[in-house]
Nanobody, 116 residues
């Protein structure tokens, strides 16, 4: 059974940093694209992604502030978030698209709250 477990969220002041983790079981992250999404009221946004080959992509809103990276030994993908802004407040989810079925695997999410 595939499971994604996010952690690392919390409350931080504007300008601060957080590192989110997404640990996987039942799937090998280095063989798959992994994305970090965030869900705020009324919208879901792809924040960052990393391919099996290590290529990364970012939403314009987080470029230069967020970094996605992977630890293959721990089968974990991280999202380092620096210079946080109140508009970064959301529930952050880890996602793996399943190419064979067209579906997605989601974690349970972790809340990030940035105070001004």
């Amino acid at each position: 059974q595939v499971q994604l477990v996010e952690s690392g969220g919390g409350l931080v002041q504007a300008g601060g940093s957080l590192r989110l983790s997404c640990a996987a079981s039942g799937i090998i992250f280095s063989h798959n694209y992994v994305g970090w999404y965030r869900q705020a009221p009324g919208q879901r946004e792809l924040v960052a992604g990393i391919t099996s080959g290590g290529y990364t992509n970012y939403a314009d809103s987080v470029k230069g502030r967020f970094t996605i990276f992977r630890d293959n030994a721990k089968n974990t993908v991280y999202l380092q978030m620096n210079s946080l802004k109140p508009e970064d407040t959301a529930v952050y989810y880890c996602n793996v698209p399943v190419v064979t079925t067209g579906g997605d695997i989601w974690g349970q999410g972790t809340q990030v709250t940035v105070s001004s």
